[in-house]
């Protein structure tokens, strides 16, 4: 089947694009100046006594938390556009389960807003004393950990739809999309594993369970970029 190339699509590409880049600068930041410096991992209790003598910190992360939530959304309406003339369903089931990480991303961001209020001791908080709100807050910082790893599972599972569609569409080399759908399905099943047995983090580390897709993102933005979707003579539909 004969599939042309619509302007929207070609835009949508550019939109991905420069969202995904400003998007990962703006994480990168957010992550690297504003969160990890304070947390203990697998210590929710001590990490939230590092949040109250860091307030200013983490409430910047929060903002910029938002914002990268907002361009998710963003990024998986643009992947939807372009893959909707080669597989409807299948691109529509991507966008819910990328739409379903960004969910969890704002509910990580409520566990860590309520972390906070918390911290602050207000009202009858103030009978659970320092300790006590630490060991509270320290429990919602566990949870939203929790809430970002389901997120990352569905991202994986949306993002490796999206790369299988475009393996279906010849716009990108199919063996960069064929890489897509492996590097999506490597972090999904990470971000699942562990969620259920943490103890896989000594397997294979937290660190390294996204790189291998931000290595396709990355590689599909400046393709996007410098240039553009391929018209194929032919798309499976």
Not at 29 to 54: C, D, L, M, Q, S
Not at 57 to 63: D, G, K, P, R, S
């Amino acid at each position: 089947m004969n599939q042309r190339m619509d302007r929207s699509q070609r835009r949508a590409g550019l939109v991905f694009a420069i969202a995904f880049l400003a998007s990962l600068a703006e994480v990168m930041v957010a992550f690297n100046r504003y969160y990890a410096p304070y947390v203990v991992w697998e210590n929710g209790e001590e990490t939230a006594r590092h949040f109250i003598a860091h307030a200013q910190a983490i409430q910047a992360f929060l903002a910029l938390s938002f914002v990268h939530g907002l361009g998710a959304i963003v990024m998986l309406t643009a992947l939807y556009v372009i893959l909707r003339p080669i597989n409807r369903g299948v691109a529509l089931f991507a966008a819910f389960s990328r739409l379903t990480y960004a969910i969890f991303w704002f509910i990580l961001m409520l566990d860590l807003f309520g972390a906070m209020r918390t911290l602050g001791g207000a009202g009858t908080l103030r009978a659970f004393g320092p300790d006590g709100l630490a060991a509270l807050a320290g429990c919602q910082i566990d949870s939203s950990r929790d809430a970002y790893y389901i997120g990352l599972a569905f991202n994986g599972l949306g993002s490796a739809l999206f790369a299988w569609v475009f393996f279906q569409s010849r716009y990108v080399p199919r063996l960069l999309a064929l890489w897509g759908v492996v590097a999506s399905l490597f972090e999904g099943i990470c971000g699942f594993v562990y969620l259920i047995d943490p103890g896989f983090n000594s397997v294979v580390s937290v660190d390294y369970y996204e790189l291998p897709l931000l290595t396709f993102e990355l590689a599909l933005c400046f393709l996007l970029l410098f240039k553009g979707l391929k018209s194929p003579v032919a798309a499976v539909p």
